[in-house]
């Protein structure tokens, strides 16, 4: 088995305005290129090593090399939902912080949500502070001055 770590940066980098964070490896789930090249790029220019997939079960191969800091998955995929990905991942006893993006409510998915594990939502459309925010409550990234 290849553990990711060995392709992607574990040293910091250097942002603008001195900035250093730890190069966490941040996993982006969406069956759309344009997304995903959107958040990539956004990410990559933070200090985020980001790597893309455009499916469930590209994400669950992924993840089962290890190395992953965060899983950003869109909720509608065509192979499996970000729901279904959620729950394979708990159930192989994968805890890598998730975070579902969606344009639906998350009180419209409460009632698949109960006991799963997931670490919270990001609405699209992304607000990228929000976005920022979310990975860097459940990573503790590490900003220094």
Known sequence: MIDNREFICEQQ????????????????VDDSEPILA??????????????????????LETVSRGGID???SDYHMPDMDGLELLKIMRALGCS?????????????????????GIDGFI???????????????????????
């Open 13 to 28: 980098e250097t942002l603008s305005g001195g900035q250093l964070v730890d190069c966490l490896n941040v996993l982006l």
């Open 96 to 116: 890598v912080p998730f975070f579902l993006m969606t344009g639906s409510a998350p009180e419209e998915l409460e009632d698949k949500l109960d006991g799963i």
């Open 38 to 59: 959107v958040l990539k790029e956004f990410l990559d220019f933070s200090g985020y090593h980001v790597i893309t997939v455009d499916s469930g079960s590209k994400a």
């Open 123 to 145: 609405p699209k459309p992304v607000d990228f502070s929000e976005m920022l925010g979310c990975i860097s409550r459940v990573t503790g990234a590490r900003q220094t001055a």
């Open 70 to 72: 965060c899983v950003i």
